[in-house]
């Protein structure tokens, strides 16, 4: 019989915000990338991309910097999209230049 695992929201939330996808979470947890995967999808939440990997430490540099989004994701060579959710996963508004 297998062990059951109980994940608990306030526990993966955050992982899964910062932009880990279900293999990374799974690790850190010590269980499979399918159980994360199902309990993502029971909690109605998207893939996270793999190859989108964001540096906090840069992200907020360049915020702190008062560069608005696409600015962000052109220094960064990311998507505008992702930078969106990023900065709206750290709760920080949104930021507007005149360029």
Same mark, same amino acid.
């Given at each position: 019989m297998r062990k059951r695992i109980?994940?608990?929201?306030? +526990?993966?939330?955050p992982l899964y915000e910062q932009g880990c996808n279900d293999n990374e979470i799974a690790r &850190?947890?010590?269980v499979t990338a399918g159980t994360i995967m199902r309990f993502r999808?029971?909690?109605?939440l998207p893939v996270v991309d793999a190859s989108t990997k964001i540096d906090e430490e840069l992200f907020k540099k360049l915020y702190a910097s008062r560069l608005d989004d696409r600015q962000i994701a052109q220094e960064m060579g990311l998507r505008i999209a992702d930078i969106w &959710?990023? &900065?709206h996963?750290?709760? +920080?508004? =949104? +930021?507007? =230049?005149n360029s």
């Amino acid at each position: 019989m297998r062990k059951r695992i109980e994940m608990k929201e306030e +526990l993966f939330k955050p992982l899964y915000e910062q932009g880990c996808n279900d293999n990374e979470i799974a690790r &850190r947890f010590g269980v499979t990338a399918g159980t994360i995967m199902r309990f993502r999808h029971n909690l109605g939440l998207p893939v996270v991309d793999a190859s989108t990997k964001i540096d906090e430490e840069l992200f907020k540099k360049l915020y702190a910097s008062r560069l608005d989004d696409r600015q962000i994701a052109q220094e960064m060579g990311l998507r505008i999209a992702d930078i969106w &959710r990023f &900065r709206h996963n750290l709760g +920080l508004p =949104t +930021l507007y =230049t005149n360029s």
